[in-house]
């Protein structure tokens, strides 16, 4: 949901920026044989976040982290 989230304001972005209409849009973006192109710009590419990996973050450690003061 993020991913469409995201790909629908760039959309909204592009259009206000350069006062495209939605057919400049499919035009743009749409390739040959009707499926949608990524969003790309010089070199730089839209991530597709459903084809990204899970991000994880450090395990809850709890009492196990060492203490930098002697006991």
Known sequence: MLGDFLWRRVIMWLKTMH???WKDIRKRLLG??????PITAD?????NLSRTPPI???RYRGNTI?????T
């Open 56 to 58: 994880t973050r450090y």
């Open 32 to 37: 040959p044989h009707g499926a949608w192109l």
């Open 43 to 47: 070199d730089t590419e839209l991530i």
């Open 19 to 21: 006062r495209w209409s």
């Open 66 to 70: 060492p203490s930098p003061w002697p």
